[in-house]
């Protein structure tokens, strides 16, 4: 089993909501990664978890919360969005520090905020 | 921070025809890897490379680490490789994380 799955598929929220973005992966990996891609842009990193500890955050705003309550599951809440945040959301995983260290990712949320 | 550059931006092509795809980085990786990602969302990682080539069907990798660039080809290119090819780049051997070229738009034609 090779899949990184993402839920929801699509979520459309008000800039005074608060959701949640869900990925979870069965492949023993223990790094996690957050994604963020605009349209016709490529992604762009957003956090990492590497044993379930926050190891790398890009300078993403406070809006964003990263969650990782276990080696297979990885969240992402957010409140108070903004319009510009619309998007679409990727989560990948990998097993780090192996010669075999593919990201393998999820087909994504895609956001949108109003 | 690696600065990751493809080329061509867009390739239209006819069916048969064999695609060349290039990528170079400015600073020295771990590993590259090619993606491909169709309309509405989900990236398949295609290779990883740190070296040399790999080859898995109709799609060949290089790379050549010194002088930071990679091509990805694709033989007997048919309609359904159309897609959005993406190169990216690992800087250390853990959990870090990717950085995108902005992609290469292939369209292959009856």
């Known amino acids: 089993d090779t899949e990184v799955t993402q839920t929801p598929k699509h979520l459309v929220m008000g800039m005074t909501n608060k959701k949640s973005l869900k990925c979870e992966q069965h492949?023993?990996?223990?790094?996690m990664y957050w994604y963020k891609q605009k349209a016709k842009k490529p992604p762009e990193l957003m956090f990492v978890?590497?044993?379930?500890?926050?190891?790398i955050n890009e300078s993403v705003p406070s809006r964003f919360s990263p969650e990782c309550p276990n080696s297979s599951l990885l969240n992402l809440h957010l409140h108070a969005l903004q319009p510009e945040d619309s998007a679409l959301y990727l989560c990948?995983?990998?097993?780090?520090?192996?010669?075999?260290?593919?990201?393998?990712f999820g087909a994504g949320t895609r956001l949108s905020v109003l | 921070k690696n600065e990751v550059e493809q080329s061509p931006q867009n390739l239209t092509a006819q069916e048969g025809e064999f695609i060349t795809i290039n990528c170079s980085y400015s600073?020295?990786?771990?590993?590259l890897h090619w993606l491909q990602q169709h309309p509405g969302g989900g990236i398949v990682s295609l290779f990883m490379?740190?070296?040399g080539k790999k080859k898995h069907g109709r799609l060949i990798a290089t790379i050549n680490i010194q002088e930071k660039h990679s091509s990805l080809h694709i033989t007997a290119s048919h309609p359904r490789d159309s897609a959005v090819y993406i190169c990216?780049?690992?800087?250390?051997?853990?959990?870090?994380?990717?950085?995108f070229g902005k992609g290469t738009h292939l369209i292959i034609q009856p």
């Open positions: 990948a995983s990998s097993q780090p520090g192996g010669p075999k260290n593919i990201q393998y």
């Open positions: 492949m023993g990996h223990r790094a």
């Open positions: 978890y590497s044993y379930e500890k926050l190891s």
């Open positions: 600073v020295g990786i771990s590993a």
């Open positions: 490379l740190s070296s």
């Open positions: 990216a780049v690992r800087g250390g051997g853990g959990a870090d994380g990717l950085t």
